[in-house]
């Protein structure tokens, strides 16, 4: 069944005109017409270094990386948690910083792709995406690394997935197949269609690591 | 979004107060619910009160009595990973792996999974279409509308809508205990009347009020627990919600079925428990296929599909038959 915008208001007993629909629209005010808020100060350690911004309590981790800290390497997609190109570590662990509202990361440790580096080289999955062409038009980048990087720390320290066949036996980094990792990664899109280059980096470096 | 405070509770008492007392303010937890709605204007809050730095209520226990006691702050990348809950009860890991992203759930609590609201698009959507879940009295667009993601099971005129939690069909099929603390002290609250049905009122998922926090669910120790799988039917193999989806659990002698538990997603506004076909699957063999399907079909004959999702009630029948049957391999 295919679904279209017509049918999907008719369904709702509406006329699909233009002035019928218009009327049964609500206006959305748009965020800065409503009411001013006041900024609060939050301190996170940010690739490292403790920084400290005053954002507005709706302020998304999102926003505050690129927008306040201009950390732009972390990419806004859907801003919907849907596509996972923000994705961000905090404490280790993978998030998508669009759901996230910066407030709420006071003393975390939050890791960026701008991060990952050491000492001007780059973490063995960036070397990967270069070497296995991981990357087309490379806005789904940041967030697939950053994503890669904490899910294979996830096997290794053995959580089963919807891929795993018996998830009451023990995990182990060697039974991470490049089936686990399609469905490890399956939060993050790339409309590219990059998928199979994105799987052989993870893999190789899994195995390396 | 729109503009809100936020502030931090360190005392789950005063927090319960402060939700008590006002109707603007909302608990946040992961958030990855309630800040889509948020985005997608189907909830304003005005005040946010962050409950993850109360105390206590994270762990994940497996008890003398083999009963499992859940936080409701774990994360659910948690408790799919722990070890017992993966060896007592399969079908509860399952349930959460099968369940968002790798990302979503690294930050998702378990009080909030179960609280997650229906993605029927008409709600989520904010076009300002009729949504009796969204502004009450306004008419369910889906119900004449585009519904083949919606109910087959106890619907109303008023909403069709399914809720969305992979878990919380895990849980009812466990018959599962939700604790909670209100106003008035703690009280426990089994998982079959924490759900409601929309009746007239589908603006209410589930029976909790103002100045109720869910502190932790209790999953009792089952013989059925071991043997026991989550299946889930969706569009793609991979993070979406379901069409349709089983948690079983069985206790099982030879091949002979000795005791079944079954629910399921994606079927009813809450998990959907399939009393009349466990009672008809008791003494029967799991290589007896015919026989099976038949008393599948006793929990379908009151099915009421609508104008777009007939084909759920053949499909949810197949899914209750190779759940059974993975379930019944694991003994």
């Given amino acids: ?209 | 979004m729109h503009a809100f405070t936020l502030s931090r509770a360190a005392d789950a008492g005063k927090a319960i107060a402060t939700h008590g007392s006002d109707p603007g303010v909302d608990f946040i937890a992961g958030g990855t619910d309630l800040l889509g709605l948020m985005k997608d204007r189907a909830t304003l809050p005005g005040r946010l009160l962050d409950i993850n730095a109360l105390p206590g209520m994270t762990a994940i226990e497996v008890r003398s009595d083999g009963s499992l006691r859940i936080g409701a702050l774990a994360r659910m990348s948690d408790v799919a990973a722990h070890p017992a809950v993966r060896q007592r009860f399969p079908v509860v890991s399952e349930s959460l792996l099968f369940a968002a992203s790798g990302q979503l759930r690294n930050m998702a609590s378990i009080g909030g999974n179960i609280m997650q609201r229906t993605r029927c698009a008409y709600f989520r959507d904010g076009d300002g279409l009729p949504c009796n879940k969204r502004q009450p009295g306004s008419g369910c667009s889906a119900l004449h509308g585009l519904n083949r993601g919606h109910a087959i099971f106890g619907w109303s005129e008023s909403c069709v809508a399914t809720h969305p939690s992979d878990f919380a069909v895990a849980l009812a099929a466990l018959d599962a205990t939700i604790h909670v603390r209100g106003l008035r002290g703690d009280r426990a609250i089994a998982f079959s009347d924490f759900h409601r049905l929309p009746g007239d009122t589908p603006e209410k998922d589930n029976v909790l009020g103002r100045g109720d926090l869910i502190v932790g669910v209790e999953v009792p120790a089952r013989i059925e627990g071991r043997a026991s799988h989550y299946l889930k039917v969706r569009d793609r193999q991979s993070y979406e919600f379901a069409l349709v989806s089983t948690a079983a659990a069985v206790a099982i002698d030879g091949r002979t079925l000795q005791s079944v538990r079954l629910a399921m997603g994606g079927v009813a506004h809450r998990p959907w428990r399939l009393v009349a076909t466990e009672a008809a699957l008791h003494g029967l063999s799991l290589d007896d296929e015919p026989r099976l399907k038949a008393a599948i079909a006793t929990s379908f004959t009151d099915a009421r599909p609508l104008a777009h999702n007939a084909f759920k009630v053949e499909l949810a029948q197949r899914c209750v038959l190779r759940a059974l049957q993975t379930a019944g391999a694991r003994v």
């Fill in chain 1, 1 to 209: 069944m295919t679904i279209n915008r017509r049918e999907f208001i008719e369904g709702a007993g509406l006329v699909a005109g233009g002035l019928a629909v218009t009327g049964a629209l609500e206006p959305v005010p748009a965020d800065s017409a409503e009411q001013p808020a006041t900024r609060v100060p939050v301190t996170a350690i940010v690739n490292g270094q403790a920084r400290t911004i005053a954002v507005e309590p709706r302020t998304t981790l999102l926003d505050a990386l690129r927008e306040q800290l201009r950390l732009t390497g972390t990419k806004k997609g859907c801003d919907r948690g849907e596509c996972g190109a923000c994705t961000v570590l905090v404490d280790g662990r993978r998030v998508l910083s669009c759901m996230s509202l910066a407030l709420m990361q006071e003393g975390k440790r939050i890791t960026t792709i701008e991060g990952l580096e050491r000492e001007g080289k780059l973490h063995p999955l960036q070397a990967a995406f270069v070497e296995y062409d991981g990357f087309q038009c490379g806005f789904c980048t940041s967030g697939q690394i950053m994503s890669g990087v904490a899910m294979i720390e996830e096997a290794r320290a053995g959580w089963p997935s919807a891929a795993t066949p018996d998830v009451a036996k023990p995990f182990t980094l060697a039974d991470l197949s490049p089936r686990e990792i399609q469905e490890r990664m399956s939060g993050n899109l790339c409309r590219c269609a990059c998928y199979p280059n994105i799987v052989a980096a993870v893999n190789a470096t899994a195995k390396e690591l």
